[in-house]
């Protein structure tokens, strides 16, 4: 009974939490999350210079909006873009404000849209160190993404970009351009990709797109012989997502001819629709759930089957839904969200939502109050969290030193 009662509590606090909490906005530095990016190499029309594009997605719910004047709601941010050479040379920079509407206060905490840019550079040869930077116009805050890139000269017998991507610039209407889409829904819709080619090969081209699962068996896979005109070309690929298990998968790319080939690979995973994109593996997913769900609930999921796990997940969130009557399910979002965090957080040598801190962030959300200490003397590091809206709080010590805090006292039976 006590699992079933502490379940009750959870939602309650989590329920609260969606009504007056202010979820955690990763500002912790520079280096917090909040937002994605990808780097890759397109083809260049200079056939002196490589193009490289960062793509940048940042979701509304990580933003600031405020009142607006043309719109209800104004998110407003700077993104910064800059390229290093191996020296560690500023090699190229970008800066530009970005504006975000809506006239919704729903979508102002959506994290399913998001404000989206892509930035070509023209550089020379070589390997890059790429950083972006966004910073909030009303709270000042950091973020940074460091990734990498590698630019090269086409070879004009044949050359090809890397994998990238398409969707609409939601921003400026723009076409073919690189996105960070990496997370796909079973829908109905297909997700596009694109690959820029050249050749002056006077022969037909061999072009070949397989996409595999998790098992590295190919669910679906297109050949065809394409005439090359000897200027960059752009080919794209419709991946059919409907039907498709929850898993990651892999696109694989082969041009052949001309006694040469190229190949290209990029990877992508579909989620349950109306289910967080954080969630990419269902069976970590329902393992997740068992600080909330029931023992029998439990039971069930982890034993159900490959066919039936992901029914059973749809019915154990929908129970819990706190607005049955619209496609977002609130909970499910602040949960997951919160398993994200943790992760971010919290983790050592364990996943973050493992730990015992991140266990209480899940279940009781974001600490009215932390007293931390590190370096007390005759003693242990140990905080303390304070939740006064609930009159409690938790001790957590270091005991090994190593930052993988433990709760003080009795431990949760979970």
Not at 59 to 86: C, H, K, M
Not at 250 to 261: C, V
Not at 289 to 314: C, G, H, P
Request: aromatic share 12%; charged share 25%; glycine share 6%.
């Amino acid at each position: 009974m006590r699992k079933l009662s502490t379940a009750c509590l959870v939602t309650l606090t989590l329920l609260t939490a969606l009504a007056f909490a202010q979820r955690p906005r990763h500002t912790d530095g520079p280096e917090a999350r909040g937002f994605r990016c990808s780097s890759g190499q397109r083809l260049s029309s200079d056939p002196d210079s490589a193009l490289v594009f960062v793509a940048l997605s940042v979701p509304y719910d990580n933003l600031t909006f405020v009142r607006g004047q043309s719109s209800a709601f104004i998110a407003r941010f700077e993104a910064s873009f800059a390229l290093f050479d191996e020296a560690d040379n500023l090699v190229a920079e970008r800066s530009l404000d970005i504006d975000v509407h809506t006239d919704s206060f729903e979508e102002t905490n959506s994290r399913t849209l998001n404000a989206v840019r892509t930035e070509e550079f023209f550089i020379k040869p070589g390997e890059y160190a790429v950083s972006v930077t966004i910073t909030d116009r009303e709270t000042k805050s950091k973020r940074r993404w460091q990734g990498d890139v590698s630019a090269a000269l086409m070879d004009s017998l044949l050359s090809v970009s890397d994998l990238y991507w398409l969707d609409a610039d939601s921003l400026h209407d723009q076409p073919l351009v690189p996105r960070v889409l990496e997370n796909f829904s079973n829908r109905d819709e297909p997700a596009r990709v694109g690959i820029d080619l050249v050749s002056v090969a006077r022969d037909t081209l061999t072009i070949t797109w397989t996409v595999t699962g998790e098992n590295n068996q190919p669910v679906a896979t297109r050949s065809e012989r394409v005439y090359p005109t000897g200027t960059v070309e752009h080919i794209e690929y419709d991946v059919v997502l409907a039907n498709l298990p929850v898993q990651k998968y892999k696109i694989a790319f082969e041009a052949l001819g001309f006694g040469r080939r190229e190949a290209r690979t990029i990877t992508f995973t579909v989620n349950i629709p109306g289910v967080p994109a954080t969630i990419t593996d269902l069976g970590e997913a329902i393992r997740q759930v068992k600080y909330i769900a029931t023992a029998e609930e439990n039971r069930r999921l982890r034993s159900a089957s490959m066919v039936d796990r992901e029914q059973l997940f749809r019915e154990f969130w929908k129970r819990r839904d706190p607005s049955p009557e619209t496609p977002r399910n609130e909970l499910m979002e602040e949960y997951y969200f919160r398993i994200d965090y943790a992760d971010d957080k919290y983790s050592t040598h364990r996943a973050g939502w493992e730990t015992d801190r991140g266990r209480v962030f899940i279940l009781y959300g974001e600490p009215t109050d932390i007293e931390r200490h590190p370096f007390e003397s005759g003693s242990r590091p140990y905080e303390i969290w304070f939740y006064h809206n609930l009159n409690r709080r938790f001790v957590f010590v270091d005991y090994t030193g190593f930052g993988d805090y433990t709760l003080a006292g009795p431990q949760w039976g979970y």
